[in-house]
């Protein structure tokens, strides 16, 4: 009985914690949205998915930092306390939100494998780069597309390949690499996995703002940022079908927003943003201080946590 009431008090305050910041998150995103369009695609990009998956972190964190340890330090183990209305209904509604969030990533993933199996029959490995298989795909594929998670690959259409110069590949192939190195199609499963109404649009922010990080990382000067819109406008015109949730695409956007990047690619110098070092420092002595500031009042948090779920009990 007091793992039971440990597992339910746990579930409890992680729904009670996440649906509260979710809705907090849902209805007021869009007031940071003009200050990330400020910022580089980058910087934009980091804010919004951190934004997005904050419930969780902080639900995670307070459950295991407060939650759980508050239970086990201060809870007796031998009273026959029955579980309050509360705990069930918050127990109830946290298994529905982990088995709602599976099954979409899992409808995601198994549509993603049924495309790329049908793109890939017959695929002819154009070469390798930096470990990763580079493969040539029939033309009613995407135009160039990042697929698979654990051990991604990069496919080419042969429409892309014949449309594209030199340099236009290039750097439309850069801008894949940059979706790679930050795990796009990782952080899109785990949008897939803590799905909560409302949160659509900010997800979608979040895709737009990755879009434009990819096009500042591929390009190192004026030049590749013509190449690269030069690519951009190619390829939307001939009409490329649409890439599967969980793969990420160089053209998987409205013609408005393909039009957005073309017009920041032209405003686009190159140059790294000199802000980015800065935040680092200021995010580690944020954490340093809150760590701090932790250590000192932790006692008093648990007896506080252990009172609040003696509530959610009755």
Known sequence: MFALRGV?????VFVLVYGALSIVIASSWRIMLPACTRMSGRRSAQVLFLLRLSPVICAWS??????VP???????RFVAEPLGGISLMGTLCGSVIVILGCLRAARSMLESSRFIRTWTRGALQIHRRGGLSILKIPAIAPAMTIAGIVRPSILVSDMAISSLTAAEYQVALRHEFAHLRGRDNLKKLLLHLVCFPGMRELERAWMRASEIAADESAVEGAGDALDLASALLKLSRLGCCSAPKLTTALLENPISV???????LLACDGRPDPLLRKSRWYIFS???AGSAMLVVTYGRLLV???AATEWLMR
Not at 8 to 12: C, G, K, V
Not at 62 to 67: K, M, S, V, Y
Not at 70 to 76: A, D, R
């Open 8 to 12: 339910a008090i746990s579930i409890s």
């Open 62 to 67: 307070i459950t295991a930092i407060f939650a």
């Open 70 to 76: 508050s239970f086990l330090l201060l809870e007796p």
């Open 258 to 264: 393909v039009q957005a990047r073309v017009e920041h």
């Open 286 to 288: 944020a954490a340093l």
């Open 304 to 306: 506080e946590m252990h």
